[in-house]
């Protein structure tokens, strides 16, 4: 009967060591997802790592000049004017009204917000564009409305005639020659009076996530309160995901439980099931890059659509891949920890009396 017991908590043992390993593994790669994806700062870092803020403007630029954002070209689309501005001229206007200084506050700002929605804790997201209308309202404008116009082709006699006598815009106010330095300085308060006009119709904040209207939330609450809404189900499974640390804890100490019984035997239940978890997430976390570079180039670049900019597809790849990098770095570092703890504890198990 003894024996039958002894076989019996063995085997309960090794089932809920096993259990452990399987838990513990799926909790480690869960709990640091979890941590590291919505930490905002890891996104914040890897823009700046890829040097997105100094880079944006240039192919954007070249976006607008060639016709791959769908403006240019097409009836309705980009007014007539801006087709005569090259590269060269949009990158300059761009960077004038958003250096890379505010467009980086102002894309973390959203960040911030963006994750705040995430977290239950605002109903929508906005991106502030109080910034950028102080800068048009100010020399900033003044210069990217004169590198506007003295992008045009040069003016005619007759052209030059109407800017003199007062006539030389449309009624979007907008030239459509260059008129020269010395008229150009004389007409240009008039424009930037104009621009200021245009400037004030354009909100302070534009909503990119709006609040959920009433009746997108269920009347039956569901498990849990959630009401259908898709945020609270994310913070359930954020919850979730923060105790699940606590089953393979569990799974754990019902080995100590069943098979335990001396020093010896606590070092060899516990060092090998978490030597073995050290081991399985070390793999997992070595070869997960190699094989997300394979994925990439065999399944998601081939589908990239011909539109988008080679240097977009490019700065997303390297953006996933330093987010991918931060986190398998970390379950790298806890891996080994574990690995050699456990691999001390089942090697010292040897040296150990029963």
């Not at 800068?135 to 007759?158: F, M, N, Y």
């Not at 302070?204 to 259908?228: C, Y």
């Not at 069943?258 to 997992?284: D, E, N, Q, Y």
């Amino acid at each position: 009967m003894r024996q039958f017991l002894t076989g019996v908590a063995k085997f309960f043992t090794a089932v809920f060591a096993i259990l452990f390993v399987i838990t513990a593994v799926l909790a480690l790669l869960l709990y640091n997802a979890g941590q590291q994806l919505f930490n905002p700062g890891l996104y914040k870092k890897a823009l700046v790592s890829q040097n997105v803020y100094e880079r944006l403007p240039g192919i954007i630029s070249v976006m607008l000049t060639t016709g791959q954002t769908g403006l240019g070209g097409a009836a309705g689309g980009m007014p007539p004017f801006m087709s005569n501005l090259k590269a060269s001229d949009w990158e300059t206007i761009i960077i004038t009204l958003l250096p890379p200084a505010d467009l980086q506050a102002m894309t973390e700002k959203t960040i911030d917000g963006l994750f705040a929605y995430l977290n239950g804790e605002t109903d929508s997201v906005t991106i502030s564009l109080v910034g950028l209308k102080a800068r048009l309202a100010g020399p900033p404008g003044s210069e990217a409305v004169k590198q506007l116009i003295i992008s045009q082709p040069s003016c005619t006699l007759d052209e030059l005639a109407q800017i003199s006598g007062g006539i030389g815009a449309e009624s979007t106010g907008i030239f459509l020659c260059a008129p020269g330095e010395d008229l150009l300085n004389l007409v240009l308060p008039k424009v930037q009076e104009q621009l200021n006009a245009a400037i004030t119709t354009i909100p302070d904040h534009v909503t990119i996530i709006k609040p959920a209207p009433p009746a997108a939330v269920s009347s039956n609450p569901g498990p849990f309160g959630i009401n259908n809404d898709p945020i609270r189900v994310l913070i359930l499974m954020r919850m979730i995901i923060r105790l699940s640390p606590f089953l393979p804890l569990a799974c754990l100490l019902l080995v100590t439980l069943f098979g335990v019984r001396s020093i010896k035997g606590w070092m060899r239940w516990w060092g090998i099931p978490i030597f073995i978890t050290g081991a399985i997430t070390l793999s997992i976390s070595l070869t997960s890059l190699p094989l997300f570079e394979i994925v990439w180039v065999n399944f998601a670049a081939p589908r990239i659509p011909a539109f988008i900019p080679i240097d977009i597809s490019n700065i997303s790849h390297n953006l996933v891949y330093y987010v991918a990098h931060t986190l398998m770095e970390k379950i790298v570092l806890q891996s080994v920890i574990l690995l050699v703890i456990s691999l001390a504890a089942w090697i010292g198990s040897y040296y150990v009396e029963s």
